[in-house]
Every structure is written in structure tokens, then in C-alpha cells.
């Protein structure tokens, strides 16, 4: 039996003093198809890991004439029913109450036909106000459907506001949509350059759902056509096991049709799990990695891009085949083992007491966060003082996450060019390269500290170590 009650203790102190919480706005064209309310369930198990602003129904090209906020308010009433025992688990989950006050709906009018005089609705009121708060934390705004209540939400505030007052208002949001599911996005681009935008661009019927990243999440037979990812990890099979068959929360998540939660790495990168970093998506995490450039015009899109965004971005990862592959899909299922474990750990915590369920371990680093090395240094490497709240045994994995960095190497045509040496130690160590450097020749090395514990089941929290390297 764990001796639950000093470790409960310690774990609230640790949740307590976790990172700043971002905000975020959710905007869903939920019942579409099945994946909105799948990812809503997940996103609610993770409710204590942001300030939830808004909670929108939309319409998307898939649903194009109907909202449906009464879903949103059903998962939520499911939550309701587990979300004191989530908080035996970790602090900070918000009420129900406090959730549906902020459920609300876009008018059921298509893309850019919702967009423009008497075009307003409840959802981008609310997201407009929201925006307005006396806050200094920006504004996530997570696109599942369409993006036409943030673009009424622009237009209005660049119709009724002066030019810095509407330079203030685009410099707080931040926005990550699934592709472009109207005609909206590539307008909002295009209309406010300045604004931070992460998105796989394209149209569905193009064919963009095929390239986009976010299909990675489980997207290997359907959307996304790729090999290397462990799909029995998002098979209906699994989530039966681990995820519907737990108590009210659990009856919400519905049997995908296309593939499991393709929605769900829009807000994967704002959990507070030590590896992502939301202001850096070209650091990578859960959510995927995207790179600041100008996408060439492919056939999907519905338009040329006309200013650099956060878009598609590829990782070498080798997959369980043994084989190396190299995709922006592979920017998400790389971490998928992690993020169903942690997933079926936490709809555990809504139906166990906490002395019946697994928590995530705490990594720490015996040094600073951020190094600075000279080539050929050797640079040594400390996760002494990581804990885990249940008192399980740890493993450890130290890597070179290389695309994340900006030194660049010519060494081989794997993803891992530097080894890490005692790679599944507490302490390790890693020589900078000296050789065979592409200009400059100097630049960030991001070195990636997983802890996995050997609890039920096994839950893996990141630390990331930053080396500037100077020639």
C-alpha cells in the first residue's frame, strides 16, 4: 500500500507552483463527426492545465448550416460528475458551472459568409472580450472547425477601433487551426499579417488533409497515410479498454469513423508537461512542430500564402518498425505512446482514489536549463533529485531533439547525428561536434530529458536542455 497522504502533499505543492496556465478559446464545429467530441473529453481531463475562456461552437465545410453548443454542454455536464475526483489528483480543474458559463456559438452561417456587417454572434463577442481582459497572458484560440468567428471577431475590431488599438488586439492572440475547414483562414492570413498562426494550410477537398501535420495524431491508415507509429495505441479497441469504459466522462468519448481526435494537437502543446514550449512551436512537442516560412502555393490550397506563418515542419523519428522516418506527421506520433498513457492515467483519476491510480513523475535537472559549449566540449548531462509522487521507479532517456535546434550537421541521415553517451542514465554526457558543421558553424543544440515511471500506466514527463554553442 503507497503512503498516499505526505506524497499528496508534495504533488499539490508542485501543481501549485506549475508554470503560468495559458488561456485558451475553443472553437468546435462539434457533432461534424465524432472526433470533436473525443477531443473535447481529453481536453477536459486536462481542464487545470489552462484558464478556459471560451468554449464556441462553429460551423467547418463539413457542417455548414448548424452549431451544436448543446454537445459541448453535455460533455461538460460529464465532467461536472468527475470533476471533484479529478481534483483529488491535481489542483486547479475549474467547476462545471464555471464551464458553462463560458459555452457559447458562432452564427450557423458558412466560412466568410459569417463574416462582416450584422454578422456578429455570442461566440465572437465573447472572444472579443475575452481578448479585452486586463490580462497580460495572450489568448490561444484553438480552431477544430472553421476560423469564421475569429475572423468576424477581426473584422469588427479593425472596423471599430483605431490602427494601434487593432495592432494591440492582434498581438495578443495566438491561433492554431486544424488546416483550413472554410474559406476564412487563408483570409484571416492574408488580412492580418502580424498575427501568430500556426496552421497545416490546404482544403479538405484538395486533398490537404493528407499532408497536413495534425493528422499524426492517428491519421496512419486514412488522412494521413503514413508508417512508422504504433496504431494499436489509437485503434477503437484500445479506447474502449482505456478510455469509454471509465465512468461518465469516459461514456461521452465516442467510436471514431475516420481516425481518433484529429482535433486534439491544437492544445496538445499548452499542457504543462516540460517538453513544449506554446511561443516556440518550431521546439516541438505532443502538438507537433511547425516552422516560420511562406508555404509555395500547393493545389490544396485555396489561395496563395502571402506572409510567413508557424507551418508544416518535418522530424526524423525512427518508428517501431525499425526504420527511419522522415515527415511532419512524425512531429506528433513520435510522442504517442506518451500522451495515450498519460490520457488513460488521467480517466483514471476520474473514477479512482488517488492511492489506486498512476501520476506523472517529476524530472529535475542538476543544473541550468540553459548551457553554453564550445565545439568538441563535452557536455555533462544530471537528472539527480527527479521524483515521482507514488514512489515508482524512474527510467530515463536523454536525446538530441537536432530539427528543434538551429546548429546544423552533415553527419549521416539519421535524426539522432549526435550520440548521447549513458543516454538511459540519471547522468549522461554528450560531445558538440567539430566537425563536418554547415555554416555558420555555431547555433542551439536541444538536448531532451524523458522520465518515465513504472507505474500503470507508464507516464513520461520532459525536461529540455538548451546548449548555445560557440565556435
Known sequence: MKNTLPLILIFACLTASAAERPRIFVLTD?????????????FLTYANHY????LAATTSLHQQRRVAPQRIRRIVHAYGQVRDNLEKHEQGYPTEEFLLQRVTEGIPVYGMNGVGEGKDSPASDSLIAAVDKDDPRPMWVTVWGGPSVLAQ????????????????????????TISDQDDSGPWIREQFPDLFYVASPGFHPGGAYHHATWSG???????????????SLVTNEWLDKNIRQKGPLGKEYPHWEFLMEGDTPSFFNLINNGLSDPEHPDWGGWGGRYELYTPRKQKWHLQKETRPFWACADDEVLGIDNRWHTDNHATIWRWREAFQNDFAARMDWTI???EEANHPPVPKLDHADRLTAKLGDEVQLSAAGSTDPDGDALSYHWFYYCEAGTLLTSTGTTGQPVAVKNFDQEKASFVVPASRLMPPGDGTMHIILAVTDHGTPRLTRYRRVIVDVKK
Open 51 to 54: 484558464d478556459v475562456e471560451g
Open 153 to 176: 471577431s477581426l473584422w469588427k475590431v479593425r472596423k471599430t477601433r483605431t490602427a494601434e488599438e487593432l495592432a494591440k488586439f492582434v498581438a495578443k492572440l495566438r491561433v492554431y
Open 30 to 42: 462539434i457533432e461534424n463527426e465524432p472526433d470533436d467530441a473525443m477531443s473535447m473529453v481529453r
Open 217 to 231: 495524431i492517428s491519421g496512419d491508415y486514412f488522412h494521413g497515410r503514413f508508417s512508422g507509429a504504433d496504431f
Open 352 to 354: 479512482k482514489p488517488y
